[in-house]
């Protein structure tokens, strides 16, 4: 009921940047925690940064300076900007969100949706 939809990836060089944009549709009723996550082949699946409804943001320590998150509530997008990349920020990036669906009367289910991902390739 809730589709993510990710945009922005793709082959830039050590040093450049990327903006990521994830777009929320469906029969959302509200939106919790957006956030980003990665995965490089042979690794498991790890969180770049998360953002709040209210804008409270946390990010993987090694790379707060380079990314930054943010959203758009009123168009359920969420956003990472991408600085300083670096060959091993190369990973296929997915959108997550935290999403409660209209349910029968004022009944809503919150679950996890998470969108296609979107490659980044940093070259050297």
């Known amino acids: 009921q809730v589709q993510l939809v990710e945009s922005g990836g793709g082959l830039v060089q050590a040093g450049g940047s990327l903006r990521l944009s994830c777009s929320a549709s469906?029969?959302?009723?509200?939106?919790?925690?957006m956030g980003w996550y990665r995965q490089a082949p042979g690794k498991q699946r790890e969180l770049v940064a998360g953002?709040?409804?209210?804008?409270?943001?946390n990010y993987a320590d090694s790379l707060k300076g380079r990314f930054t998150i943010s959203r758009d509530n009123a168009k359920n997008t969420v956003y990472l900007q991408m600085n300083s990349l670096k060959p091993e920020d190369t990973a296929v990036y997915y959108c997550n969100c935290n999403a409660a669906v209209r349910g029968k009367g004022w009944v809503v289910t919150w679950s996890d949706y998470w969108g296609q991902g979107t490659q980044v390739t940093v070259s050297s």
């Open positions: 469906g029969s959302i009723f509200s939106i919790g925690t």
């Open positions: 953002i709040t409804s209210g804008g409270s943001t």
